[in-house]
C-alpha cells in the first residue's frame, strides 16, 4: 500500500461517497475506487459496503480508518520536519530596522545566524517603524526592530529591547541647561529637532502633545541621533532622544527629564506569531546578543 491510496480511503470514509471523494482529491471516480480495490486486495477484506446507497465502513474498514489516519499525520510531520531543516539550509529572510537606529548586538546577532546557516540569504532594509510593522504583517519582513510609544503593534509578537523616557537634551550654555527638568508645556515653546513621523520617539512626543493639547514647533527633522544631537548641539532647536541616546553625547549636550511625559518609547524585534524556523533561530541568537537569554 501507499500514502495516496491511504489518502484516497479516508476521503472516501469522510465524504460517505465516491465520486464527492473523487471531488476532494482532484481525480476522476474510477480512480478513486480502483485503487481503493487494490488496497482492499492488499489487505484481504473489503473496506466498504457497497450495497447500501450511502457508503458504509466495514468493520474492517473502521478498524483501519484511525491507523490511516495516523499515518498521513506521520508523513505531513515528516515533511514539516524536513521542511525546517531545509529552511535553516537555504532560502532568504528579510530583516527591517528602524532608519538610524545602529544597535550593534542586532548585527552581532545576524553575524551569528549568518555563520551558522550561510546558505539561507540575509536581506536587511532601513524604514520607519510604520512601514516595517505594515511589512512584517503583509509578509513582506520576517523581523524587524521598530519603535514604540507604550505598546508593540497589535497582531505581532514582540520581544521588547528598550523601553526608556524620552528627553529634551541642549548644548551646555542654553537658557533650558541649568533646569532639573522640564514640563512639556515649557519644551514646546522652543523650536525642536526630533525623528520625522512613523519612528518611535516621533511617537511618543505626538502622543504626549496631543494629550496636552499642544502644538509643537518642529524646526528639523532627522532620522539619525547623531544627526539631531549635532543640530541641536548647533543651538538649531532642542532635541527630543532617548535617554540612551542623549548620555551618548553628554559631551556636547545636557538632558533634561520631562517630568510630565510618563509615556515609555520602545525599541522592540516584532514577527507574524506564525513564523518560520529562520526567524525563530535568528530571535535565538538576537535574544543571546542583547543579553536576554543563554547562549543558542
Not at 480502483?34 to 446507497?53: M, P, V
Not at 510593522?133 to 509578509?139: C, I, L, M, Q
Not at 533634561?256 to 520602545?266: E, M, N
Not at 506569531?273 to 543563554?294: E, I, K, M
Request: hydrophobic residues 50%; charged residues 20%.
Amino acid at each position: 500500500m501507499d500514502l495516496r491510496q491511504l489518502e484516497y480511503f479516508v476521503a472516501v470514509a469522510e465524504e460517505r461517497n465516491f465520486t464527492r471523494a473523487a471531488e476532494r482529491v482532484h481525480i476522476s471516480q474510477s480512480g478513486v475506487s480502483a485503487q481503493i480495490r487494490r488496497l482492499e486486495h492488499e489487505l484481504g477484506a473489503e473496506l466498504f459496503d457497497r450495497s447500501a446507497r450511502a457508503v458504509a465502513l466495514t468493520a474492517a474498514g473502521e478498524a483501519a480508518l484511525a491507523h490511516a489516519r495516523a499515518a498521513l499525520a506521520s508523513a505531513e510531520a515528516v515533511g514539516r520536519a524536513v521542511d525546517e531543516v531545509t529552511g535553516l539550509v537555504r532560502g532568504r529572510l528579510t530583516v527591517g530596522m528602524v532608519v538610524g537606529c545602529t544597535l550593534t548586538p542586532l548585527f552581532d546577532a545576524l553575524a551569528a545566524f549568518h555563520a551558522a546557516h550561510p546558505g539561507v540569504e540575509v536581506l536587511l532594509q532601513e524604514d520607519n517603524s510604520d512601514r516595517l510593522a505594515e511589512g512584517v504583517r503583509s509578509g513582506a519582513v520576517d523581523l524587524a526592530l521598530i519603535g514604540a510609544a507604550a505598546a508593540t503593534p497589535d497582531g505581532l509578537d514582540a520581544l521588547t529591547i528598550i523601553d526608556e523616557r524620552i528627553v529634551a537634551a541642549v548644548p551646555h550654555d542654553h537658557p533650558l541647561a541649568g533646569l532639573p527638568h522640564l514640563a512639556l508645556r515649557e519644551l514646546t515653546a522652543h523650536p525642536l529637532v526630533c525623528m520625522p513621523p512613523g519612528t518611535g520617539l516621533r511617537a511618543v512626543l505626538d502622543r504626549a502633545c496631543a494629550e496636552q493639547d499642544l502644538r509643537p514647533s518642529i524646526a528639523l527633522e532627522a532620522g539619525a541621533a547623531d544627526a539631531i544631537a549635532d543640530l541641536a548641539a548647533r543651538g538649531l532647536g532642542v532635541a527630543v532622544l532617548s535617554a540612551s541616546m542623549a548620555s551618548v553625547y553628554a559631551d556636547r549636550l545636557t538632558a533634561l527629564p520631562l517630568a510630565d511625559v510618563d509615556i515609555p518609547a520602545l525599541l522592540a524585534l516584532v514577527w507574524k506569531p506564525a513564523h518560520n524556523p529562520a526567524v525563530r533561530t535568528l530571535l535565538t541568537h538576537a535574544r543571546h546578543a542583547f543579553g536576554l537569554t543563554d547562549t543558542p
